[in-house]
C-alpha cells in the first residue's frame, strides 16, 4: 500500500532530524575547551588577594586587614557530641545549636558551610585546642576590615557581604564575598579589592578533585589590592569630631590650593569597627533605625540647609561685577529693611549701625541684611525684567559650585538649590513677581539650599581670588600616580579677581571688628563670615520657630590659604556662638597642630545641644499624639 | 515467532535496564537485587514481564480477536473508576494502589484502544469514507484519550492521536490529515509569530490561491463564494481560538513551555531548569561519552526525574553521541520492522493492529526523546521500556507481544 509509506518517511524523517540534532550537541558544539570551565565537573578555587590598605594624607593607617575566624560545619562528618560542651565553648544555647545545624544540614550535608561566623581572635586560640574533638567542625580563616582609629567613618565608608542580588547583577561577585557598600570603600571599590585568582580544578564524581584542570592552562593570579591614600587629615578630623560631640550638623575643611578634602566631619555619626563581622547586623538595624539622630547620614555631604550670612559675601561680589556697586557704595540703615509697596514689608536687622553710611566691608564685618537687601535689589533690578536679572544671579551663584553635584570622588551628595526664573514662575504662575518678592535670598534665607561642601568649596573658590579645584578625598595610590586630570582642572568663576580684594578685606574685618572677634587667633590672620539661619518646622499644620542654626565659613591664612572651612551647627543658636569658635579652633589646629585658645576649647567640647533637641523632640511627638486622638 | 523483533525488545529492555542503575545508583554500593532500590525494583518489573509474554503467548491469537469489545470496554470501565478509587501520584489520578504497589491502568488501555481499533476496521463493510463511521472509529479513540487528560495526564491523552496514521494507512480521506497539519502549522507560527502576523500571511496566502484559481486555472469564483468564505471564517477563527486558548485556557506553566522552546523564555532556573540540564547533560557526553556510571552529571543528580522521562539524557551522557544515535537506529529499526510485518498480515485485523502499535511506539519516542534534547516542549511521557516504571515496562510489553503472536499465527490464518 502507498498510503503505508507516510508513517515510515516520518519515521526516517525523526530519526535524521533526531541525529542530526545530537550530532550538532554533542560533536560539533564540543570543540570549546572554554565549555568546560563551566562544567559541574570543574570546581573553580578563588584565591582573594588582601584588600588595599587606606592611609589619610600624613601617612597614619585609617583601614586595614584583620583576620576573621568562622566556625565551619560539614553535617555529614558530624559524629555525635557532647551538645551541652560544645555550646558552652562557642557561647551559644542549645536552640541556636539546633538551628544553625539544621541550617547548614538543609543547605547541603556534604558540602561546608558557616556554622558561626566570626569568631574572635581569643575565641580562636581558646576553641582551636578543642576542636580535635569535635568531628565534621573546622575553622576557617577570612581577612576582615579593621579601622585602627575609630574616626572618619562616613568617608571611608564599609564594606558588605555580597547578595544574591549583587551578585546576579554583577558576576564578578559570588555571594559571601566582601564588596564596599558606601564611602571610599564603595567609590575605589575596584582598586581597593584587586581582583581574584582562580584555580581550575577537576573533580570526580563524589565532587572529590582529583587534580588540576587541564594543566593549569586556564588559571589565574590573584591581583593585589591597591593601596590608597586619602586626602584626609585624620588629626583635624579627630579634633573635629570631639568638638562636635554632643551637636547636630557637618563640618568640610578643603585646601584651596588644590582642593583636597583635609576632613569631612558629620555628626553624629558612629563607630567603623560596630559595622564589621559579626556585631554588624546588630548595629546596622540599630544605626539606621536611629530616626532622630540619624547617624548613618552624612549631614556634612547630604543636608540642605539655608546658607545664611556667608551668601552675603556672594552677593558682594555678584554686585561688583554686574557693577551696581562699588566698595565705597554705602546705604544706610535703621534697624531693618523697608521693601514692597509703600514699604510696609519690614525685615530686621542686627548690625546696630543707626542712620550712618555702612559700605561694603563694613556691611560684611557687620553682616547688615539691609547693605546686602539692597545690592540684592540693585542686581536683580539692573536687567530689564526680573527674570533676566534672576538667570544672572543664578549663573553666578552657579559658578561657586552652588546647586551642583560638585562631582567629588564620594557616591553620595545632594544638589542643594538655587532657584533661577523658572522657579519662580512656577511659585507665581502670573509671573508678575519682582526683586522683592524674593529679597530673603539676599541673606540667604529664602529658597535657596546649600549642602556643607558647597559651602566649603564656595570658601575655597574665595580663597582662591576666583576659582575652585573640584573636592577630593583621594591623595595618592601608593606605588601608582593619580591619572585622573579632572582634580587638577581649576574651574573659574564669573568674578574677576579684582573684585574679591574689598571682600576679602570684610572678611578679614569679621576677626578684627566684626561678628566673630571674640574668636581671633594672634598669630593667624583669619577671613570669615558669621551665619544664622531661622528655622521653622512645619508640625502638622502650625508653624514652630526652632532654634536658628549657626554657621561659619572661614579661610586662613589671609595670604596664602592653607585651609577652608564651613561649619554647620543644626540650632545652635547665633553664628558667633558655636560655629565661628569651632572653625577658629580647627583652623589653628591645622595650621598649628597645636591649640592656644584652651578656653574656647573646653567650652566647644563640653557644649551640648541635647536639651534643644529633645526639647524640639518632644514639640513633633506632643503634636502627632495630640494629631493621633 | 519473529526472532528480530524479539532480539531489538531484549536490546531495549537492558540497555534501558543498565541506564536506569547508573541513574539511580547511589553512593552506598548494594547488590543488584536490592528492591528497595529502583533499579533493583526494575528488575523485578523486567522478570515479571517475561511471565506476562508466556502468558500472552500461551493464549490462541483468536482470543484477542474475539474479545477485543470485552477488553475494550473493561479497560475504559477501569479508567472511569479512576475517578473514584485512584490514587494521586504527581498531581496525577492515574494509579490504583494495591499496598506498596501501584498499576498505571492508561499503560494498558493503549493496548486495548489498538484491538479495538482492530476489531471495528477489520469488518470488509466497513468503510472509513463514510461519515459515520469516521465519527465512531473517532470515539472509540476519544474516549480513553479523554478520561486519561482528565486525570490529568495529558501528555499519556495526546498518545492516542498516534491512532490517525492507522486510519490514515486504512483510506481515510487525506484532508483529515491535511487539516490536522495545517492545524499543528498554525497552532506553532501563531504562538512564535503572534496573532496579527500570521492572520494577515494566511489572508494574504488564501487570496493568492484565489487569484491564482481564478487566472490560471480558470476556474469561476462566482459560484463558490460560499466556500471560499467559509475557508477565511474557518482559518481565521483557528487562529482566533489558538490565541484565546493560549492566553486564557493554558496555565503559565503550560505557556512556560512553550515559549521556553520558542526561545522566548530563557530563565535556566526555574521553568526551564528541566530541559537545560538535561541538554547541558546531553551535550556534556561528547562524542563517545564519559564511560558508563562515569557520567558526573547524572551521578551528581544534576536532571530532574532522570530515571524516568529524562532516562535518555544518562544515555547521552555517558555513551555519548555513539550510544544516543544507536538507541535512535535501534528503536527506528524496531518500529520499521513491526511496520513490515504489519504489511505483511494476511488479516486487517493484525495489519491494524500492527500499525497501531508502531505509530504508538513511533509516538513515544518521537516526543520523548524530542523534549529531551530539546525539541519539543516538556510533555510527560515515558521513554518505551527505558522509563522506569512497572505499569509502562508492561504495557508496551503487552502491546508488542500480543502482535508477535498475531504474526505467528498469521500462517495458520486464511
Same mark, same amino acid.
Given at each position: 500500500m502507498k498510503r503505508g509509506y507516510l508513517l515510515t518517511f516520518f519515521i526516517l524523517l525523526t530519526a535524521t532530524i533526531y541525529?542530526?540534532?545530537? !550530532?550538532?550537541?554533542?560533536?560539533?558544539?564540543?570543540?570549546?575547551?572554554?565549555?568546560?570551565?563551566?562544567?559541574?565537573?570543574?570546581k573553580k578555587i578563588y584565591t582573594y588577594p588582601e584588600r588595599g590598605y587606606i592611609y589619610d594624607r600624613n601617612g597614619t593607617l585609617l583601614v586595614s586587614n584583620r583576620l576573621s575566624y568562622n566556625l565551619m560545619i560539614v553535617p555529614r562528618e558530624v559524629k555525635p557530641l557532647d551538645t551541652l560542651e560544645f555550646c558552652k565553648l562557642l557561647k551559644i544555647d542549645k536552640n541556636s545549636f539546633l538551628r544553625r545545624y539544621r541550617k547548614a544540614k538543609k543547605w547541603s550535608s556534604r558540602l561546608p558551610s558557616v556554622f558561626l561566623p566570626h569568631l574572635s581572635k581569643e575565641d580562636f586560640a581558646y576553641l582551636q585546642e578543642k576542636m580535635y574533638q569535635y568531628e565534621g567542625f573546622y575553622i576557617e580563616k577570612k581577612a576582615q576590615r579593621y579601622y585602627p582609629i575609630a574616626s572618619a567613618a562616613n568617608v571611608l565608608g564599609y564594606v558588605n557581604e555580597v547578595n544574591d542580588e549583587t551578585a546576579k547583577k554583577n558576576p564578578y561577585y559570588h555571594p559571601g564575598e566582601l564588596i564596599g557598600t558606601t564611602g571610599i570603600e564603595k567609590q575605589y571599590e575596584k582598586l581597593l579589592r584587586g581582583s581574584k585568582g582562580v584555580k581550575y580544578m577537576q573533580r570526580d564524581r563524589f565532587n572529590k578533585i582529583i587534580g588540576s584542570f587541564k594543566n593549569s592552562m586556564y588559571d589565574t593570579l590573584p591581583v593585589l589590592g591597591q593601596d590608597l591614600q586619602l586626602t584626609i587629615d585624620s588629626e583635624l578630623q579627630q579634633y573635629g569630631e570631639a568638638l562636635m560631640q554632643g551637636k547636630r550638623g557637618g563640618i568640610v575643611a578643603i585646601e584651596p590650593s588644590s582642593g583636597e578634602v583635609l576632613s569631612l566631619i558629620t555628626m553624629p555619626s558612629y563607630d567603623p569597627n560596630l559595622m564589621i563581622g559579626r556585631l554588624r547586623s546588630k548595629y546596622s538595624v540599630q544605626f539606621f533605625g536611629d530616626t532622630i539622630n540619624k547617624p548613618m547620614y552624612d549631614r556634612s555631604l547630604l543636608a540642605q540647609y539655608a546658607p545664611g550670612s556667608p551668601l552675603k559675601i556672594i552677593h558682594g561680589l555678584v554686585g561688583l561685577q554686574e557693577k551696581v556697586i562699588h566698595p565705597n557704595t554705602s546705604f544706610y540703615c535703621y534697624h531693618g529693611y523697608r521693601y514692597g509697596a509703600r514699604e510696609k514689608e519690614f525685615m530686621g536687622c542686627h548690625c546696630d549701625i543707626y542712620n550712618a553710611p555702612i559700605n561694603l566691608r563694613k556691611g560684611i564685618a557687620k553682616s547688615c541684611n539691609t547693605y546686602f537687601s539692597n545690592v540684592y535689589k540693585r542686581v536683580i533690578e539692573k536687567y530689564p525684567t526680573a527674570s533676566e536679572g534672576m538667570n544672572a544671579w543664578n549663573k553666578h551663584l552657579r559658578s561657586f559650585g552652588l546647586g551642583d553635584y560638585l562631582g567629588y570622588d564620594l557616591p553620595l551628595g545632594s544638589k542643594g538649590l538655587v532657584p533661577d526664573a523658572a522657579f519662580y514662575d512656577r511659585w507665581y504662575p502670573s509671573k508678575r513677581w519682582r526683586a522683592t518678592y524674593t529679597i530673603s535670598n539676599a541673606i540667604g534665607q529664602g529658597q535657596i539650599l546649600t549642602t556643607p561642601i558647597q559651602l566649603a568649596n564656595m570658601t575655597a573658590a574665595i580663597a582662591n581670588r576666583g576659582f575652585y579645584f573640584t573636592p577630593h578625598f583621594l591623595k595618592s595610590k601608593y606605588g601608582n600616580s593619580i591619572s585622573d586630570t579632572i582634580f587638577n582642572k581649576a574651574h573659574q568663576t564669573s568674578i574677576d579677581k579684582k573684585n574679591f580684594g574689598p571682600i576679602i578685606e570684610g572678611m578679614h574685618d569679621v576677626f578684627r571688628t566684626g561678628t566673630a572677634k571674640h574668636v581671633r587667633l594672634k598669630n593667624i590672620e583669619i577671613c570669615g563670615k558669621t551665619g544664622t539661619a531661622e528655622n521653622f518646622v512645619r508640625v502638622h499644620g502650625t508653624k514652630h520657630q526652632f532654634e536658628d542654626h549657626s554657621i561659619f565659613v572661614a579661610f586662613a591664612p589671609k595670604k596664602d590659604p592653607k585651609i577652608a572651612i564651613a561649619v554647620y551647627i543644626e540650632n545652635g543658636g547665633f553664628g558667633s556662638t558655636i560655629a565661628a569658635p569651632i572653625a577658629s579652633l580647627m583652623i589653628e589646629k591645622y595650621i598649628t597642630h597645636n591649640v592656644a585658645n584652651t578656653w574656647w576649647e573646653?567650652?566647644? !567640647?563640653?557644649?551640648?545641644?541635647?536639651?534643644?533637641?529633645?526639647?524640639?523632640?518632644?514639640?513633633?511627638?506632643s503634636k502627632s499624639e495630640s494629631s493621633k486622638k | 515467532m519473529d526472532l528480530p523483533l524479539i532480539l531489538l525488545y531484549l536490546t531495549l529492555v537492558l540497555f534501558g535496564w543498565m541506564n536506569i542503575y547508573a541513574a539511580s545508583i547511589s553512593e552506598e554500593q548494594t547488590l543488584i537485587l536490592d528492591f528497595s532500590t529502583k533499579y533493583g525494583k526494575q528488575l523485578l518489573w523486567i522478570g515479571l514481564s517475561f511471565v506476562l509474554i508466556l502468558g500472552i503467548l500461551f493464549i490462541e491469537a483468536r482470543t484477542y480477536e474475539k474479545f477485543a469489545s470485552i477488553i475494550y470496554i473493561a479497560s475504559l470501565f477501569s479508567l472511569f473508576c479512576?475517578?473514584?478509587?485512584?490514587?494521586?501520584? &504527581?498531581?496525577?489520578? @492515574?494509579?490504583?494502589?494495591?499496598?506498596?504497589? +501501584?498499576?498505571?491502568?492508561? *499503560?494498558?488501555? %493503549?493496548?486495548?484502544?489498538?484491538?479495538?481499533?482492530? %476489531?471495528?476496521?477489520?469488518?470488509?463493510?466497513?468503510?472509513? %469514507?463514510?461519515?459515520? &463511521?469516521?465519527? %465512531?472509529t473517532f470515539i472509540i479513540i476519544f474516549l480513553p484519550a479523554v478520561f486519561i487528560t482528565l486525570q490529568p495526564d495529558p501528555g499519556s491523552g495526546l498518545v492516542y492521536a498516534a491512532f490517525f496514521f492507522v486510519l490514515y494507512r486504512e483510506n481515510l480521506p487525506v484532508y483529515y490529515i491535511a487539516i490536522g497539519l495545517v492545524a499543528i502549522v498554525l497552532?506553532?507560527?501563531?504562538?512564535? =509569530?503572534?496573532?496579527?502576523?500570521?492572520?494577515?500571511?494566511?489572508?494574504?496566502?488564501?487570496?493568492?490561491?484565489?487569484?491564482?484559481?481564478?487566472?490560471?486555472?480558470?476556474? @469561476?469564483?462566482?459560484?463558490?463564494?460560499?466556500?471560499?468564505?467559509?475557508? =477565511?471564517?474557518?482559518?481565521?477563527?483557528?487562529?482566533?481560538?489558538?490565541?484565546?486558548?493560549? &492566553?486564557?485556557?493554558f496555565e503559565q506553566r503550560h505557556r512556560d513551555r512553550f515559549n521556553i522552546l520558542l526561545g522566548k523564555n530563557t530563565d535556566t532556573r526555574g521553568v526551564g531548569y528541566n530541559t537545560n540540564q538535561s541538554v547541558l547533560t546531553i551535550k556534556s557526553g561528547g562524542f563517545s561519552g564519559k564511560g558508563y556510571l562515569q557520567g558526573d552529571r547524572t551521578q551528581g543528580h544534576f536532571v530532574p526525574e532522570q530515571?524516568?522521562?529524562?532516562?535518555? +539524557?544518562?544515555?547521552? *551522557? *555517558?555513551?555519548?553521541?555513539?550510544?544516543?544515535?544507536?538507541?535512535?537506529?535501534?528503536?527506528?529499526?524496531?518500529?520499521?520492522?513491526?511496520?513490515?510485518?504489519?504489511?505483511?498480515?494476511?488479516?486487517?485485523?493484525?495489519?491494524?493492529?500492527?500499525?497501531?502499535?508502531?505509530?504508538?511506539? =513511533?509516538?513515544h519516542y518521537l516526543i520523548n526523546i524530542g523534549m529531551v534534547i530539546g525539541l519539543f516542549p516538556t510533555i510527560g511521557i515515558p521513554l518505551p521500556f527505558f522509563s522506569y516504571g512497572g505499569s509502562g515496562l508492561w504495557g508496551f510489553t503487552v502491546l508488542l507481544f500480543i502482535f508477535i503472536k498475531l504474526d505467528a499465527n498469521r500462517s495458520y490464518e486464511l
Open positions: 541525529i542530526a540534532k545530537l !550530532f550538532h550537541l554533542q560533536v560539533s558544539g564540543m570543540d570549546d575547551d572554554r565549555n568546560l570551565l563551566q562544567s559541574s565537573t570543574v573646653n567650652k566647644m !567640647f563640653t557644649t551640648s545641644l541635647e536639651n534643644i533637641y529633645n526639647k524640639q523632640l518632644k514639640i513633633r511627638q | 479512576l475517578f473514584i478509587f485512584g490514587k494521586k501520584i &504527581n498531581g496525577a489520578t @492515574s494509579w490504583y494502589s494495591f499496598g506498596s504497589f +501501584s498499576l498505571q491502568p492508561s *499503560e494498558f488501555a %493503549k493496548a486495548a484502544t489498538a484491538l479495538a481499533l482492530a %476489531k471495528l476496521l477489520s469488518d470488509k463493510q466497513y468503510d472509513l %469514507k463514510l461519515i459515520k &463511521n469516521q465519527i %465512531k497552532f506553532v507560527l501563531t504562538l512564535a =509569530f503572534g496573532l496579527q502576523i500570521v492572520l494577515t500571511c494566511s489572508w494574504a496566502l488564501l487570496l493568492l490561491f484565489i487569484l491564482y484559481l481564478q487566472f490560471y486555472r480558470k476556474i @469561476s469564483l462566482k459560484f463558490h463564494w460560499l466556500k471560499i468564505v467559509t475557508l =477565511f471564517a474557518t482559518i481565521s477563527a483557528f487562529i482566533f481560538s489558538v490565541d484565546y486558548v493560549y &492566553n486564557h485556557i530515571h524516568t522521562d529524562y532516562i535518555f +539524557s544518562t544515555v547521552g *551522557e *555517558e555513551w555519548g553521541f555513539v550510544g544516543s544515535a544507536f538507541v535512535i537506529l535501534i528503536f527506528t529499526m524496531f518500529v520499521l520492522r513491526i511496520l513490515k510485518l504489519a504489511e505483511r498480515q494476511k488479516t486487517t485485523f493484525s495489519r491494524v493492529y500492527g500499525y497501531g502499535i508502531a505509530s504508538i511506539f =513511533f509516538f
